[in-house]
């Protein structure tokens, strides 16, 4: 590999808190310019990952800046599970492009994941998995150079209500109670658990992780989580919130013993009928394009279609056993 050096005026550091908000604006800056504002990420979004345990700021994160201070480059490294499965997010602002600052960034974040798999199990595969874009051919061109492989689509699909979203019916048995943490919150990570696992991708997630992914979050609206119950089972459920000002359907989950029954789409309406009544009209979310449990043929029927794609590109560090084995 070739060594590759920044232009005279750029560099490379690691992220501190008082990047925070700029980084946040270069984010923004780059999902608009690709056409996609609705997935950018809000200060309070961003803090709570450089809070996550699984990230640490210091190590975990890169900026390049201009030599008047200006950062025109974000990249962050995430430990999605167990040492193996990892991932990467990168940013590079629309007017710095094709300098170099990708490609620095994207080698840095290898350096750190090479470092990072001395942790996991030896037998495990260990593997790095960065998205981005599906029309944004130079981090696709970039990612290729550097010893990625395209792997998975995954589609962000929204819906515009023009009108009240028909009501929801949901069959004989079932009945909808609102979420109680207390009661409920062990429950529902378990029924994530189950009805995620034949997902592609999937790996366990520890309750507390899911506890702050879900609900330690600034995001978390227990008034628009919905959990379908068939006597004391959890037969699905769906979790809401907003992102960039519009309703998001988080999570939507159907455990295999209770599907093809139209669960998943009562579960949905709802969700549209929660949002609808607060003055939200737009709501999407995102999907595996490949889905196996037909959720891209579900959205569809309720009327969303695709706003934007996106592509997942990996690079395997390691053979061996896949985590969920």
């Not at 979004?45 to 201009?66: A, G, K, Q, S, Y």
């Not at 609206?221 to 959990?227: A, N, V, Y």
């Not at 009327?303 to 395997?316: A, D, L, R």
Request: hydrophobic residues 35%.
């Amino acid at each position: 590999m070739a060594e590759l050096k920044l232009p005279v005026g750029y560099t490379l550091r690691n992220a501190t808190w008082d990047d925070l908000e700029v980084v946040t604006q270069l984010i923004f800056d780059v999902c608009l310019h690709d056409g996609d504002p609705d997935v950018a990420t809000t200060v309070d979004e961003l803090r709570e990952i450089w809070e996550d345990p699984n990230l640490i700021l210091e190590t975990d994160t890169w900026v390049v800046t201009t030599k008047e201070g200006s950062v025109v480059g974000y990249e962050e490294f995430y430990n999605r599970s167990k040492h193996a499965s990892l991932l990467g997010d990168g940013y590079v602002h629309p007017d710095h492009l094709e300098k170099g600052i990708g490609t620095t960034m994207l080698r840095a974040l290898d350096k750190r994941a090479i470092k990072e798999m001395q942790k996991a199990d030896p037998d495990l595969r260990v593997y790095i998995r960065n998205g981005m874009s599906i029309d944004d051919i130079v981090a696709r061109t970039m990612h290729e150079a550097e010893g990625y492989s395209p792997i998975r689509f995954f589609w962000r699909m929204e819906i515009e209500l023009e009108k009240e979203p028909p009501t929801s019916v949901f069959y004989k048995g079932i009945e909808l109670r609102l979420f109680d943490e207390k009661a409920h919150a062990h429950l529902v990570h378990k029924a994530h658990q189950e009805a995620f696992k034949d997902h592609w991708g999937f790996t366990p997630i520890p309750f507390d992780e899911w506890k702050r992914r879900f609900i330690e979050s600034s995001e978390y609206l227990p008034e628009l989580w919905f959990i379908a119950w068939d006597g004391e089972e959890i037969a699905g459920y769906v979790i809401n919130h907003y992102k960039m000002g519009n309703g998001w359907v988080s999570s939507l989950g159907v455990r295999p013993a209770w599907r093809k029954r139209g669960l998943g789409i009562a579960l949905l309406n709802k969700s549209f009928a929660a949002f609808y009544e607060r003055g939200t009209q737009k709501i999407g979310l995102g999907v595996d394009a490949e889905s196996q449990t037909g959720a891209t043929r579900l959205y569809k029927s309720a009327g969303m279609s695709v706003g934007s794609e996106y592509v997942s590109y990996e690079k395997e560090f390691r053979p061996g056993r896949e985590i969920e084995e």
